[in-house]
């Protein structure tokens, strides 16, 4: 998947929960944000090939690093208000005449919980669409080392080809359905996810019969 289809992921099943109605837009843009982040073992490619083969699909793609990850989030989060500096930085960048005060939220143990469940779902969203998509044309498939680093073996079930732009296009249908519909916003996130899974599915049964 790329970055904006697991950013997808991340913000519909944030939606799909209505979290929203108690933590308003700011758990959606968290969970994509936590969607996304454990690509970050892509960034050692400025290391060299060697260590970015050493580093990619195992450093942050693995249930301990994810568990780090979503720690370091929530408390930046909490700490910095990263969300409110995303939004605000935006809108400065779109010159937005929306300048709503957007009060920050106060602190709690029950919101860092609620947030770091938050972010380990929407990291393991990614690990789940990483195994199954997998490869490109004339490329092996990706294994992922989830064990990391307490274990080197690799897991992958490819079922859809990396750049395969069927799930993009229920992704963006989801966008324009809930800008019409803002009312059933949930309805339309679990509609989403829905037709992502059986899209996967029924692209990994008709490649698997070809
Ligand atoms: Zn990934």
């Not at 301990?64 to 909490?78: E, R, Y």
């Not at 059933?184 to 996967?200: D, E, F, K, Q």
Request: some cysteine.
């Amino acid at each position: 998947m790329t970055t904006f289809e697991h950013a997808m992921l991340g913000v519909n099943g944030a939606l799909a929960s209505g979290l929203q109605h108690r933590y308003g837009w700011r758990v959606a843009a968290f969970a994509g944000l936590a969607a996304i982040t454990p690509d970050w073992d892509g960034l050692t490619i400025v290391g060299g090939m060697q260590l970015f083969d050493q580093a990619h699909r195992a450093w942050g793609h693995s249930f301990a690093s994810c568990l780090l990850v979503a720690v370091l989030l929530v408390a930046f989060d909490t700490r910095f208000d990263l969300m409110g500096w995303g939004r605000r930085t935006l809108e400065r960048l779109l010159d937005s005449k929306d300048k709503r005060i957007d009060p920050r939220p106060e602190p709690s143990a029950l919101r860092c919980a609620v947030w770091f469940w938050v972010a380990v779902l929407a990291m393991l969203s990614h690990l789940a669409a990483d195994l199954v998509y997998s490869g490109a044309e004339g490329l092996s498939d990706w294994e992922l080392k989830l064990l990391w680093p307490f274990s080197q073996q690799g897991f992958v079930y490819p079922m859809v080809r990396w750049g395969d732009v069927g799930v993009t296009l229920i992704f963006v249908a989801g966008i324009f359905a809930m800008l019409r519909w803002r009312r059933h916003v949930r309805a339309i996130a679990c509609g989403t996810l829905g037709c992502t899974i059986v899209y996967i599915a029924g692209r990994g049964g008709l490649n698997a019969a070809l």
